[in-house]
């Protein structure tokens, strides 16, 4: 049983920053990745970046590349996700969530999912 829990959401005006953290039961050696997906009312979930936990490559969406970046601490169990340059069409439940083997776009290859934290950017 893979546990995962996020934190760090907020409200925040356009522009500004946010750091949401995830916090994992295991990352394990073996080969794992764990993703951050986002979902807005009236809207399909879609993914905004991935890292694989045990050599540290990561993946961003186009709509995120160069205001947000994934990061993963080891010690802590713990993957970031940190927002910057953050725009009102950001605004949605981000989750992480984490799959053994290979990094993946599609929804359906992630078995373990958080509870989600809520970001909210006004204009």
């Known amino acids: 049983q893979v546990q995962l829990a996020e934190s760090g959401g907020g409200s925040v005006q356009a522009g500004g920053s946010l750091i949401l953290s995830c916090r994992v039961s295991?990352?394990?050696?073996?080969?794992?990745?764990v993703g951050w997906f986002r979902q807005a009312p009236g809207k399909m979930r879609e993914g905004v970046a991935l890292?694989?936990?045990?050599?540290?490559?990561?993946a961003v969406a186009d709509s995120a590349k160069g205001r947000f970046t994934i990061t993963q601490d080891n010690a802590k169990n713990m993957v970031s996700l940190q927002l910057t340059r953050l725009k009102p069409e950001d605004t949605a439940m981000y989750y992480c969530?984490?799959?053994?083997?290979?990094?993946?776009?599609?929804?359906?290859?992630?078995?373990?999912w958080g509870q989600g934290t809520q970001v909210t950017v006004s204009s």
């Open positions: 295991v990352i394990t050696p073996r080969a794992a990745c």
């Open positions: 969530a984490f799959t053994e083997g290979g990094c993946y776009w599609d929804l359906s290859k992630f078995n373990y």
């Open positions: 890292i694989r936990t045990d050599v540290g490559s990561t």
